[in-house]
């Protein structure tokens, strides 16, 4: 499966922004999904997945309650809804597809159970 990753730019703190993330082939529906950010100088950073069907779930603590995960199986694309941006938000957002199946748990903060990769949209908040 290819990814490709859009939405990112410049917003103000307290701003919104929503990330794409298309897939290219018809299994789509078969992948977990997540978004991972990384910031210069940091590592990759969990930042949400959700299971094939989109009931399920999974939050980083610092987006939890700001940021909302969901798909489109229909368009082979999952979302991220950014409200109440702040500054240490700033990062460059990847999705990242898995193809095997786990209950969604903390297996999928981990990058290296996933086995696909889509180029990153940069999402700078400024102050």
């Known amino acids: 499966v290819q990814l490709q990753a859009s939405g990112g730019g410049l917003v103000q703190a307290e701003g919104s922004l929503r990330l794409s993330c298309a897939a290219s082939?018809?299994?789509?529906?078969?992948?977990?999904m997540g978004w991972f950010r990384q910031a210069p100088g940091k590592d990759r950073e969990f930042v949400a997945a959700i299971g094939r069907s989109g009931g399920s779930t999974l939050y980083a603590d610092s987006v939890k309650g700001r940021f909302t995960i969901s798909r489109d199986n229909a368009k082979n694309t999952v979302y991220l809804q950014m409200n109440s941006l702040k500054p240490e938000d700033t990062a460059v957002y990847c999705c990242?597809?898995?193809?095997?199946?786990?209950?969604?748990?903390?297996?999928?903060?981990?990058?290296?159970?996933?086995?696909?990769w889509g180029q990153g949209t940069l999402v700078t908040v400024s102050s």
């Open positions: 082939g018809r299994t789509f529906s078969s992948y977990t």
């Open positions: 990242a597809a898995d193809p095997t199946f786990h209950i969604i748990n903390t297996y999928y903060t981990v990058p290296s159970n996933y086995d696909y």
